[in-house]
């Protein structure tokens, strides 16, 4: 197993148990949403409960650290990009993110504290590293891994407040909400459900319909190959004579940036050229970061599954 894989793994299974505590109403895309109401005016000090636990802000912050991906994403997505001094060395979108060496998996507390952040923001409570950064007076913000989409609206929010970014981070909101809806929408109704498979990695590990990710699929009403792995989780390992006989309509590669996996790495499998998908050129290459996010990016991905639906004929009769 790579050791992007392990960090996925990591952040799914966070996911999945959120989704036990949560339900799975990751489907609501499909209904139009209702109109936002006007957003408060952002004042401090403010305590907010994440998730991940409660913090407090005391006054605006100037100098913030991020040390998730996701949520550098959806703090320069809400206008408080002047106020990120500093992210973790996975945090490569947007290209302006002051990138640094600092690690959200083994973080360093000194090395968070030289950074002289007024607010730090990370995806899990790695090492106690919130306990830690508490005795220094420094507020941490722990947005663990979304397990529906009202997860995702909620930490945009949260960070919006947070940041005195409430309105920028009200407006994303909607719009997102404006843009998934439209999205789901073009999906082509069907007299049967299109199969697919979405490898995480070069091993066949998989998604179900249960996470995140899968319930994006089950938006626009793909059935996934995955959701039969017996005793595996809502992550599975498959084998690959089980997608070879599944004979998905359409394979989804998160994978191609930390494996380089392909459409034609694909068809060079043992078995596998004769797969519906990959007969039929339906292999979908995803960027690894967008698929494994959940910040304001997710739009863009759903937006890549629908056009790949779109371009499977509808069968006639």
């Not at 197993?1 to 148990?17: K, N, S, Y």
């Not at 489907?27 to 957003?39: E, N, Q, R, V």
């Not at 907010?48 to 912050?61: D, Q, W, Y």
């Not at 940036?257 to 068809?267: F, H, L, N, R, W």
Request: glycine share 8%; aromatic share 6%.
């Amino acid at each position: 197993m790579t050791a992007r894989f392990r960090t996925i793994l990591a952040l799914a299974i966070a996911a999945a148990l959120l989704l036990g505590a949560c339900g799975d109403d990751t489907a609501a895309p499909a209904t139009a949403p209702p109109a936002a109401p006007a957003p408060a005016a952002a004042t401090f000090p403010v305590d907010i409960t994440t998730a991940g636990g409660s913090f407090r802000v005391a006054t605006r912050p100037v100098r913030i650290v991020s040390l998730s991906p996701t949520a550098t994403e959806m703090l320069f997505a809400i206008g408080a990009g002047p106020q990120v001094a500093a992210v973790d060395d996975q945090s490569n979108f947007p290209a302006e993110a002051p990138r640094t060496d600092l690690s959200g998996f083994t973080p360093n507390v000194e090395a968070i504290a030289g950074q002289r952040p007024d607010l730090v923001v990370v995806d899990r409570d790695s090492a106690g590293v919130v306990a830690a950064l508490g005795q220094l007076a420094i507020p941490t913000a722990v947005l663990p891994a979304a397990a529906t989409l009202d997860d995702v609206y909620a930490q945009i929010e949260q960070l919006g407040a947070a940041t005195g970014n409430i309105g920028e981070a009200a407006a994303l909101v909607a719009q997102m909400r404006r843009d998934i809806a439209g999205v789901v929408a073009e999906a082509p109704a069907r007299p049967e459900p299109l199969t697919y498979f979405h490898e995480l990695d070069d091993t066949f590990y998989s998604v179900t319909s249960k996470t995140f990710v899968g319930a994006l699929y089950t938006s626009v009403g793909l059935r996934n190959i995955a959701d039969g792995a017996a005793g595996a989780g809502d992550y599975p390992q498959l084998s690959p004579e089980a997608v070879i006989q599944a004979d998905p309509d359409l394979i989804f590669l998160a994978d191609t940036k930390c494996c380089q996996e392909s459409a034609e790495t694909v068809a060079a499998r043992p078995g596998w050229s004769g797969i519906t998908a990959v007969r039929s050129g339906h292999v979908i290459a995803l960027d690894d970061d967008v698929a494994s996010r959940w910040g304001p990016r997710v739009v863009d991905l759903l937006r890549q599954i629908v056009a790949a639906v779109k371009a499977v004929p509808v069968a006639v009769g």
